[in-house]
């Protein structure tokens, strides 16, 4: 498969302060990337894209920003909540126009 | 409105049982994939699905795993004989058309332990 095993690094936080969570990607030709939220014993919730022509995109407290030179991708979320513990998953697309290429994932850690 | 739905949410079966899991896409997609997560491989693609027609099957394991979609609002997994080395997590996920600038929503999974 396209997806890297799960040697998650972990990110802890204290609830309200903020969050950054990095991603490599790994094609300076894709043009489309997704930001999802694995919460335990669920799947992939969609959070956030951007395409290629952004250098950056505003949700309900999460922004991420794009750094094509060094293909970077970054997700912030503001006043992190206990609810936003879970793992989070970059995602660009692959060689095929339907397949994404997962990244390894960051286990976001919420402290109260 | 509904999101991806798959059934069941859990099985454990024995070593040589049949397994049959089950999803409905979100109504009006028009492209559906199934997936396996493991802690050791992450996120692994199985096959995909466009206008209900398989069109990549190149991430199904070997001929004991086949998938059907026989319309646009049902599919089906099956794994036969299963093996305990089958166990994982299976996702259900679709799309709203076939480009690639179009993100995949995913079901809640199917969690199978075979014993």
């Known amino acids: 498969g396209e997806s890297v095993g799960l040697h998650l690094p972990t990110l802890s936080v204290q609830e309200g302060d903020n969050s950054i969570i990095n991603c490599a990607y790994s094609?300076?030709?894709?043009?489309?990337f997704i930001w999802y939220k694995q919460e335990s014993g669920k799947g992939p919730q969609f959070i956030i894209d951007?395409?290629?022509?952004?250098d950056k995109r505003q949700g309900q407290r999460v922004t991420v920003l794009l750094n094509k030179t060094v293909k970077h991708l970054s997700l912030q979320i503001a006043a992190t909540q206990p609810g936003d513990s879970a793992v989070y998953f970059c995602?660009?697309?692959?060689?095929?126009?339907?397949?994404?290429?997962f990244g390894s994932g960051t286990r976001l850690l919420v402290r109260p | 409105d509904a999101g991806v739905i798959q059934s069941p949410r859990h099985e454990v079966t024995e070593m040589g049982q049949e397994v049959t899991l089950r999803c409905k896409p979100i109504?009006?997609?028009?492209?559906l994939f199934w997936y396996r997560q493991t802690m050791m491989r992450g996120l692994e693609l199985l096959i995909y699905?466009?206008?209900?027609?398989?069109?990549?099957d190149s991430g199904m394991p070997e001929d004991r795993f086949s998938a059907k979609m026989p319309n646009a609002s049902f599919s089906t997994l099956k794994i036969q004989p299963s093996e305990p080395r089958d166990s994982a997590v299976y996702f259900c996920?679709?799309?709203?058309?076939?480009?690639?600038?179009?993100?995949?929503?995913f079901g809640p999974g199917t969690r199978l332990t075979v014993l």
């Open positions: 996920a679709s799309r709203p058309l076939a480009g690639a600038l179009d993100t995949q929503y």
């Open positions: 094609n300076s030709a894709s043009d489309y």
């Open positions: 951007i395409r290629s022509n952004m």
């Open positions: 995602a660009e697309p692959g060689a095929s126009s339907y397949k994404l290429i």
């Open positions: 109504s009006g997609h028009n492209s």
């Open positions: 699905f466009n206008n209900n027609v398989p069109i990549d």
